[in-house]
Structures are given as C-alpha cells and as structure tokens.
T-cell receptor, first 116, second 112 residues
Framework: DAMVIQNPRYQVTQFGKPVTLSCSQT?????MYWYQQKSSQAPKLLFH???????NEADTPDNFQSRRPNTSFCFLDIRSPGLGDTAMYLC???????????????FGPGTRLTVL | DQQVKQNSPSLSVQEGRISILNCDYT??????FLWYKKYPAEGPTFLIS?????DKNEDGRFTVFLNKSAKHLSLHIVPSQPGDSAVYFC???????????FGKGTSLLVTP
C-alpha cells in the first residue's frame, strides 16, 4: 500500500524541453515538498506547499515551478531543463501538528530525471 | 553552504558489531534532528529522531545521541545486521520542521 507515489520513476528529456513530474499521496497530509538530489549530494529542498500556500526556497531557480491542484497531487514543472538539472527529484509529505509544527516527512521513491 | 555534514561517505561493519554513524551541524537554530535510511531505487525512510531538549533517544537497535555543545549527533546500531546495509542521511530543521537540511549521506555495509 504505497503512500507517496511518484510518476514516472525515470524520465529522459532534451535540453530545453519542458517536463512535468508528478507526486500523489494517500496520507491526506497538509504539506507536500519537492527536493532535488544530485549525484553524491544531499537532498535539497526546492519548495513546499502548506495546503494551497506555496513556499519557495530563496535559492530555487525560477525555472522550477510547482502546482498543487488538490490535497492529493503536486506537480513539479521544469520549464526549460538544463544539463545541470539532471538529478533525482524526491517528493515528501507531512502533516501539521497542533501549534503549527510539522510531523515527520514521508518520502516517495523519487523520479530520476536525465537531461540530454 | 552545507549546514549538515556527514564526513564519512562510507562505513563497513561486521554483522553483530556496533555501527556508529556521525553527523555535525553548524546552525545553532536547528532543534530537531532526524535519521533517514535509503535503499537503492527507494526514497528515504524515516528511522529515528531527537529533539534538542533530549540527548538520547532509543528505538530498538537504534539509538541517536545529541551533543548540542559540540553540534554533533550520532546514530548507533546494535547489533548490526546485513539488512541494515543502506545509505543513512542525517537531517536537521528549525522548530517548525518544514525545511529539512540533509547531509550527503553515509553508505553503511554490514558484512556477514
């Protein structure tokens, strides 16, 4: 019973060709996150949604956008992928506890994106 | 600017022995720390956490120790089992918990 699902698991795209990665969750969590992990690097938070409120990290390039049409789904759009965007993209979810703090983040299996 | 550092990229331990994975951090505003375990082709899985008001948290074979003055935490696995072979990520956040700062990971190999 998968809880955080990412599609596709592997994606190859051409330099400059827009690509969309998908994440869905069955946990009914308020918060959904997108992380980028390059080879041998730490996962790096790109942005997160708290319900419909979008929170962008200061150093996330404008090339990366996100949409959350409902509680269950969140999309990562890369408008014009560059070679440096080749990475694993991880989606995570968490619920918000009393007092506004968030609980443990649960991760999906990731989408490995290759930009040629 | 890496705020969470795992200085050992890999560690090899014999089955039954103790595995000790280390993590250092630089941001004194961090007050919640987590360890995640990752198998190949899977996402990170939460393992254990500790808040800054504690110095130790234990869950079965896994214990996390926090030394705030040294800005250091460690994960102890006793006894180590071959199924523990994975990449272990240390992560830290501020009080709200939203932005997790990860280390680069330590690859643990437990040999029979």
């Amino acid at each position: 019973d998968a809880m955080v699902i990412q599609n596709p698991r592997y994606q190859v795209t051409q330099f400059g060709k827009p690509v969309t990665l998908s994440c869905s969750q069955t946990l009914n969590h308020n918060v959904m996150y997108w992380y980028q992990q390059k080879s041998s690097q730490a996962p790096k938070l790109l942005f997160h949604y708290y319900d419909k409120d979008f929170n962008n990290e200061a150093d996330t390039p404008d090339n990366f956008q996100s949409r959350r049409p409902n509680t269950s789904f969140c999309f990562l759009d890369i408008r014009s992928p560059g070679l440096g965007d080749t990475a694993m993209y991880l989606c995570a979810t968490s619920r918000v506890l009393a007092g506004g703090v968030t609980d443990t983040q649960y991760f999906g299996p990731g989408t490995r994106l290759t930009v040629l | 600017d890496q705020q969470v550092k795992q200085n050992s990229p890999s560690l090899s331990v014999q089955e039954g022995r103790i595995s000790i994975l280390n993590c250092d951090y630089t941001n004194s505003m961090f007050d919640y720390f987590l360890w995640y375990k990752k198998y190949p082709a899977e996402g990170p899985t939460f393992l254990i956490s500790i808040s800054s008001i504690k110095d130790k948290n234990e869950d079965g074979r896994f214990t996390v120790f926090l030394n705030k003055s040294a800005k250091h935490l460690s994960l102890h696995i006793v006894p180590s089992q071959p199924g523990d072979s994975a990449v272990y990520f240390c992560a830290a956040s501020g009080s709200s918990g939203y932005a997790l700062n990860f280390g680069k990971g330590t690859s643990l190999l437990v040999t029979p």
